[in-house]
């Protein structure tokens, strides 16, 4: 059982278009990240969300945590060829003493030119 | 700053053979992490530290062992390699447990034949 459902697991786009990437559980979590993999390379954090309803903008991105705290979703406006790669969510969950972080299985994403 | 390094890049194993994945980070972080990252299934922790001395398990540590003598490494260790341990292996370390920021390194390429 996958504990937090990322979709699409793939988008192919033409440049110019948008999209929009979805993180869903039906658990909440104290706050979500994202991270953006680059060939070759581990993944880097691109933002955390942590209150319910925040809108966080970087770029042409935009993130935003549902308002409670199950769900989050990546918007990217005229996307580029340079944004071509894996996004991976992570939602952080309080388990007692324990925190831990539960990854969605990440969505690929090719921009053509 | 280096931040996470890990050691090697690329390795071909035979079935059978044992050997060791290091990592190490320079940022004084207390929590580290193993995670193997296969196509299409996210990443899954292997192993995880709270700081020297202390390891626990994650949710897929059968077939790997783990040890943490100094905060800075963190080495993870295949024993009897089989071809499902064919992945990339990702160590990443963070400042606080489940909840921070975590750094990856740029992950190692293994492949058992």
């Known amino acids: 059982t996958q504990l937090l459902e990322q979709s699409p697991q793939f988008l192919s786009i033409q440049e110019g278009e948008n999209l929009t990437v979805y993180c869903n559980s039906s658990?909440?979590?104290?706050?979500l990240q994202w991270y953006r993999q680059e060939p070759g390379e581990g993944p880097v954090l691109l933002v955390t969300?942590?209150?319910g309803g925040e809108v966080k903008k970087l770029k042409r991105l935009t993130f935003q945590f549902g308002d409670a705290r199950k769900d989050s979703s990546l918007h990217i406006t005229a996307a580029q060829p340079g944004d071509t790669g894996p996004y991976l969510c992570?939602?952080?969950?309080?388990?007692?003493?324990?925190?831990?972080?539960?990854w969605g299985l990440g969505t690929s994403l090719a921009v053509n030119p | 700053n280096a931040g996470v390094t890990q050691t090697p890049k690329f390795r071909i194993l035979k079935i059978g053979q044992s050997m060791t994945l290091q990592c190490t980070q320079d940022?004084?972080?207390?929590?580290m992490y193993w995670y193997r990252q296969d196509p299409g299934m996210g990443l899954k922790l292997i192993y995880y530290?709270?700081?020297?001395?202390?390891?626990d398990k994650g949710e897929v540590p059968n077939g790997y062992n783990v040890s943490r003598s100094t905060t800075e490494d963190f080495p993870l260790r295949l024993e009897l390699a089989a071809p499902s341990q064919t992945s990339v292996y990702f160590c990443?370390?963070?400042?606080?447990?489940?909840?921070?920021?975590?750094?990856f390194g740029e992950g190692s390429r293994l492949t058992v034949l």
């Open positions: 992570a939602g952080a969950r309080n388990a007692g003493n324990n925190r831990k972080l539960i």
């Open positions: 658990s909440v979590f104290s706050s």
């Open positions: 969300v942590v209150t």
């Open positions: 940022m004084n972080h207390n929590y």
């Open positions: 530290s709270v700081g020297a001395g202390i390891t």
């Open positions: 990443a370390s963070s400042y606080l447990l489940g909840t921070g920021e975590l750094f």
